[in-house]
Nanobody, 120 residues
């Protein structure tokens, strides 16, 4: 069974920075899109950033200019560098990966989530 392992969450003051990392197990292969979602208290899970296998990023408007997503295809890892953090960025952040089609089927995995709290 494949799995995703996230790390890097924590407590940070407003204006601070954190870097999240997510590593996919070797049994997850032919990864296409790698993504970060977040879910705040009482809110739905929203897409924060995504990156294609070719390295093309996409961001939610709320994080543009502050967050940077990157990936290392040789290590099956994806990172989210978060700068200028705001209290409204407080949420559980989830890693999500989607494979390229295999016989017409895409497979996907979710990480366990890592808490990010922005507070003074």
């Amino acid at each position: 069974q494949g799995r995703l392992v996230e790390s890097g969450g924590g407590l940070v003051q407003p204006g601070g920075s954190l870097k999240l990392s997510c590593a996919a197990s070797d049994s997850i292969f032919e990864i296409d899109t790698m993504e970060w979602y977040r879910q705040g208290p009482g809110q739905k899970r929203d897409l924060v950033a995504s990156v294609t296998k070719g390295g093309i990023p996409n961001y939610a408007d709320s994080v543009k200019g502050r967050f940077t997503i990157s990936r290392d295809n040789t290590k099956n890892t994806v990172h989210l560098q978060m700068n200028s953090l705001k209290p409204e960025d407080t949420a559980v952040y989830y890693c999500h990966v989607v494979t390229s089609p295999r016989n017409g089927v895409r497979y996907n995995w979710w990480g366990q989530g890592t808490q990010v709290t922005v507070s003074s």
